[in-house]
């Protein structure tokens, strides 16, 4: 099993930046394609970006294409998300979430293990 935590959550105004970590832990993490998803209140859970174990290949949801990117450095068993051109619609609690066979996915219910989530608030 993989152990996910995120830092990097914050305020930000819209059109601003932010960089979400997440630290994954364990001796197979680098083998995990992993993914962020984001749930804002009364939401369901939604993809925002995937990639890879080898960061090979990349998925994003429509909304993020060309904002937002993701990218993973196994050698610190990290994957992160850089949020540019930020809008008040990104405002949600995002999950980094590891999945363990198969390909990346934007399931929510395909992926293995969770983190616990770190806010992000962009204000007007």
């Known amino acids: 099993q993989v152990q996910l935590r995120e830092s990097g959550g914050g305020l930000v105004q819209a059109g601003g930046s932010l960089k979400l970590s997440c630290a994954a832990s364990?001796?197979?993490?680098?083998?995990?394609?992993l993914a962020w998803f984001r749930q804002a209140p009364g939401t369901v859970r939604t993809i925002v970006g995937g990639i890879t174990s080898n960061g090979g290949e990349t998925i994003y949801a429509d909304s993020v294409k060309g904002r937002f990117t993701v990218s993973r450095d196994n050698a610190k068993n990290t994957v992160y998300l850089q949020m540019n051109s930020l809008k008040v619609e990104d405002t949600a609690v995002y999950y980094c979430?590891?999945?363990?066979?198969?390909?990346?996915?934007?399931?929510?219910?395909?992926?293995?293990?969770w983190g616990q989530g770190t806010p992000v608030t962009v204000s007007p």
């Open positions: 364990g001796r197979t993490a680098s083998t995990w394609n």
């Open positions: 979430a590891g999945k363990r066979f198969g390909s990346i996915s934007t399931w929510a219910g395909s992926y293995d293990s």
